[in-house]
């Protein structure tokens, strides 16, 4: 049963929102709870699902050996489409928790609940931002066109995950990768098994950061019913954030060895400094966790945007080596 409502903030910004944002500060008032829905006021979300874009993208040109100017167009198109994609999401997700969040302290002041806007309002800016990142997504090759499309099943189900599993993370690990898959099949023409590995390391990785974000919410989840991984493991968290992180590393560094041309070591060894110097950035979040502070929390799960970048850096130079 969902508990009681909680008032939000009466100016419209967002409890979790980045201090300062561009939303809260220069957008036209008319926007913002638009804006809110997206989350463009908390950009991390759009960068977590960009990088596997990147990182897909990156990884075929070092299969192929072969950097084309449209690999900067794949770059370009699923930048946007991630943020198009990750804001349909964040208010299709609105929408489906809009009886929930004005429980939770966290999300009380998001656009539904605080009343900025109507539940019809925000389902026609999902439709709109959805269209306008399939105008992009038709500019690829129709395989990665396929996936796409594929795409919307995950985004679709995940909002409802955490009313039934106690893995709700699997669900957004599935959606939030998916353009590893999507980028390496835009470069290459089809899927392949170097793709394959570096979504399930991006799965792991996933699961690594939003059990460590859902630990911000685990007394009110538990008061509503709702179901993560931060309640199921508990006191228990880091050691299965170790295997997460074991697993992030595994998957990537087998993707780069299947990835990665014969007889080019040396760019095979750079494009494995990835997977190894992110692990020791998901090792560092580890030892400065602490699961009750709830402000560490948001910063330790912001601070993937970083651990994310470390991989581009070292594919980038195996690529151009």
Not at 76 to 100: E, H, K, P, Y
Not at 216 to 221: A, S
Not at 274 to 292: F, I, N, T, V, Y
């Amino acid at each position: 049963m969902p508990g009681p409502q909680i008032s939000p903030d009466q100016s419209g910004q967002v409890a979790d929102a980045v201090s300062g944002n561009w939303v809260d500060t220069r957008a036209p008032a008319w926007t913002r709870p638009y804006l809110r829905l997206s989350r463009a006021d908390r950009p991390i979300g759009t960068w977590l699902l960009y990088l596997p874009c990147v990182w897909g993208t990156l990884l075929a040109m070092l299969f192929t050996e072969e950097a084309r100017l449209f690999d900067a167009w794949i770059l370009l198109g699923c930048g946007m489409g991630a943020f198009l994609m990750r804001g349909a999401g964040c208010t299709w997700n609105d929408i489906t928790d809009r009886d929930i969040d004005g429980s939770v302290a966290r999300t009380a002041s998001r656009p539904i609940p605080s009343g900025q806007v109507s539940t019809k309002q925000a389902l026609m800016w999902a439709v709109l931002q959805s269209f306008l990142a399939f105008g992009i997504l038709i500019t690829f090759p129709v395989q990665a066109i396929l996936l796409g499309v594929i795409a919307l099943v995950p985004v679709a189900i995940y909002p409802f995950a955490k009313r039934f599993t106690w893995w709700p993370q699997v669900f957004l690990g599935i959606a939030f990768n998916w353009g590893a898959l999507l980028a390496w099949t835009a470069h290459t023409g089809q899927l392949q098994w170097p793709a394959v590995c570096l979504y399930l390391a991006g799965m792991a990785w996933t699961l690594f950061y939003d059990t460590i974000y859902a630990h911000q919410d685990i007394e009110d989840d538990a008061l509503i019913g709702v179901k993560s991984t931060a309640r199921l493991f508990g006191d228990d968290t880091p050691r299965y954030l170790a295997w997460f992180l074991v697993l992030t590393v595994a998957l990537m560094g087998c993707a780069i060895i299947l990835a990665a041309p014969r007889g080019e070591i040396f760019a095979l060894v750079i494009a494995l400094g990835g997977p190894w110097a992110m692990g020791w950035h998901m090792m560092w979040q580890m030892r400065r966790l602490k699961l009750d502070d709830t402000d560490r929390l948001l910063v330790l799960f912001r601070s993937n945007r970083d651990a994310g970048l470390i991989p581009v850096l070292f594919f980038a130079v195996a690529v151009f080596v």
